[in-house]
């Protein structure tokens, strides 16, 4: 028997209406908070009653990296996604003004969460949302209903080769700026998207042409060259954040770009160690998996959370 969403859309198209889509970013509305004095972007969708799921950004990207995902996820449940000082929309003050540690930008999205009464939700981790998340999450526990990890690292087995030459640059940063200047190139940002896919052309260039349109804005060197330069207090806290998995086992999925070269496999395979329950797919993507993989992963998303107890 037909459901009756088919039904009506049959209907629909019998009776020479338009069929209704299944999902729409209508309901995606945009918003600036200020935290500590900083003015920080997020994009809101979905029902305010329904369960929450944050979705925290990677480098060098912002929310926007979630603009297909978020209507999609948005027609049962309520999502948040800030970009991060520096980052996107949200204001970029300088280092002098503002201390870029992954501490402090967790401490700024923690805020947020409190001004928005986010007492409960699920957090949706990418890259430099690892970092960003699990200090989030570690601060207070009981806020965390489940958790997404998509090519986000916490496993020395998960870093690529690059990282041995940005490990360069944080013993002598003077010395190694060349680290910097790739990080923060064209060919830098248009890599991280199709380095290592099968498929590169399926991936829009608007995204890195973007993402390198924040990089070059004045202050950017200096506030993204502070960020991979604290980028190995990360490293040293891994451990930290795999005690916190198997204390508190969290509700996992994790999502991973299989051609990923910055953070490969086995930091995907890994966390199955401390969260042996976790769901885990490798996906036909790279690094930014939702520009290939949208449609899995956001229907593995959705199951995921449906099956999460309210």
Same mark, same amino acid.
């Given at each position: 028997?037909?459901?009756?969403?088919?039904?009506?859309?049959?209907?629909?198209?019998?009776?020479?209406?338009?069929?209704?889509?299944?999902?729409?970013?209508?309901?995606?509305?945009?918003?600036?908070?200020?935290?500590?004095?900083?003015?920080?972007?997020?994009?809101?969708?979905?029902?305010?009653?329904?369960?929450?799921?944050?979705?925290?950004?990677?480098?060098? #990207?912002?929310?926007?990296?979630?603009?297909?995902? /978020?209507? %999609?996820?948005?027609? !049962?449940?309520?999502? =948040? *996604?800030?970009?991060?000082?520096?980052?996107?929309?949200?204001?970029?003050?300088?280092?002098?003004?503002?201390?870029?540690?992954?501490?402090?930008?967790?401490?700024?999205?923690?805020?947020?969460?409190?001004?928005?009464?986010?007492?409960?939700?699920?957090?949706?981790?990418?890259?430099?949302?690892?970092?960003?998340?699990?200090?989030?999450?570690?601060?207070?526990?009981?806020?965390?209903?489940?958790?997404?990890?998509?090519?986000?690292?916490?496993?020395?087995?998960?870093?690529?080769?690059?990282?041995?030459?940005?490990?360069?640059?944080?013993?002598?940063?003077? #010395?190694?700026?060349?680290?910097?200047?790739?990080? /923060?190139? %064209?060919?830098?940002? !248009?890599?991280?998207? =199709? *380095?290592?896919?099968?498929?590169?052309?399926?991936?829009?260039?608007?995204?890195?042409?973007?993402?390198?349109?924040?990089?070059?804005?004045?202050?950017?060197?200096?506030?993204?060259?502070?960020?991979?330069?604290?980028?190995?207090?990360?490293?040293?806290?891994?451990?930290?954040?795999?005690?916190?998995?198997?204390?508190?086992?969290?509700?996992?999925?994790?999502?991973?770009?299989?051609?990923?070269?910055?953070?490969?496999?086995?930091?995907?395979?890994?966390?199955?160690?401390?969260?042996?329950?976790?769901?885990?797919?490798?996906?036909?993507?790279?690094?930014?998996?939702?520009?290939?993989?949208?449609?899995?992963?956001?229907? %593995?998303?959705?199951?995921?959370?449906?099956?999460?107890?309210?």
């Amino acid at each position: 028997m037909a459901s009756l969403p088919v039904i009506a859309m049959a209907a629909a198209l019998a009776a020479g209406a338009p069929a209704p889509l299944p999902s729409t970013s209508a309901t995606t509305t945009y918003y600036r908070e200020m935290v500590d004095g900083v003015g920080v972007f997020y994009r809101e969708a979905g029902p305010k009653d329904a369960p929450t799921l944050v979705l925290l950004h990677g480098y060098p #990207s912002s929310s926007r990296m979630f603009e297909g995902l /978020i209507p %999609l996820l948005a027609v !049962r449940y309520h999502v =948040i *996604a800030p970009d991060y000082p520096g980052f996107g929309q949200s204001d970029a003050p300088t280092p002098s003004q503002y201390a870029y540690t992954f501490d402090h930008l967790a401490q700024t999205i923690a805020g947020l969460l409190d001004q928005l009464d986010v007492e409960h939700c699920v957090f949706y981790l990418q890259d430099y949302g690892g970092p960003v998340g699990f200090r989030v999450m570690a601060a207070r526990p009981a806020r965390v209903r489940g958790l997404i990890v998509q090519n986000a690292n916490a496993y020395d087995e998960g870093l690529g080769a690059k990282w041995a030459g940005i490990a360069q640059f944080w013993r002598d940063p003077a #010395s190694h700026q060349a680290q910097l200047d790739a990080f /923060i190139s %064209l060919d830098g940002a !248009r890599q991280r998207h =199709i *380095a290592g896919s099968p498929n590169p052309q399926r991936y829009s260039p608007d995204a890195w042409i973007d993402e390198f349109a924040m990089l070059s804005r004045p202050g950017a060197r200096e506030i993204q060259g502070a960020l991979l330069y604290d980028y190995q207090t990360n490293v040293a806290a891994y451990p930290t954040w795999q005690a916190w998995m198997r204390t508190h086992r969290p509700p996992a999925l994790i999502l991973w770009g299989r051609y990923d070269p910055s953070f490969i496999v086995p930091g995907a395979e890994a966390y199955r160690r401390d969260l042996p329950e976790a769901e885990l797919h490798l996906l036909e993507a790279g690094h930014f998996a939702l520009d290939e993989g949208l449609d899995e992963a956001a229907g %593995l998303v959705l199951h995921f959370l449906d099956r999460l107890p309210r």
